[in-house]
């Protein structure tokens, strides 16, 4: 059954840096919209990133841009989100998500599929 498992949060000073990932099973993940969402205590869910399937276009949320990287790897079937220079701000469980049909586009993918999230916390 298709399904996205996110990995690598953790506890890290200000100014730190991890890497997420999200693994794919049950389908392709290279044909598919992937989106990395955040939800910070007491706020609303926010998306962080977007990469496109057709050209790997990617859209990043003002506040992350230079700081949070997002990349694919096709053979390990697999969506990274590299994050530099944290902020106790970042601190959030991060979620992977995508759009099971493959023509949608980051503007109007309907996200279906989800991870169970990451805890990602910075403080010092």
């Known amino acids: 059954q298709a399904q996205l498992v996110e990995s690598g949060g953790g506890w890290v000073q200000p100014g730190g840096s991890l890497r997420l990932s999200c693994l794919a099973s049950g389908f392709t993940l290279d044909s598919h919209v992937v989106t990395w969402f955040r939800q910070a205590p007491g706020k609303q869910r926010e998306g962080v990133v977007c990469v496109t399937s057709h050209d790997d276009r990617t859209y990043y949320a003002n506040s992350m841009k230079g700081r949070f990287t997002i990349s694919r790897d096709n053979v390990k079937n697999s969506v990274y989100l590299q994050m530099n220079s944290l902020e106790p701000e970042d601190t959030a469980v991060y979620y992977c998500?995508?759009?099971?049909?493959?023509?949608?586009?980051?503007?109007?993918?309907?996200?279906?599929?989800w991870g169970q999230g990451t805890q990602v916390t910075v403080s010092s």
């Open positions: 998500a995508t759009d099971l049909d493959p023509s949608s586009k980051c503007v109007d993918a309907d996200y279906h599929l």
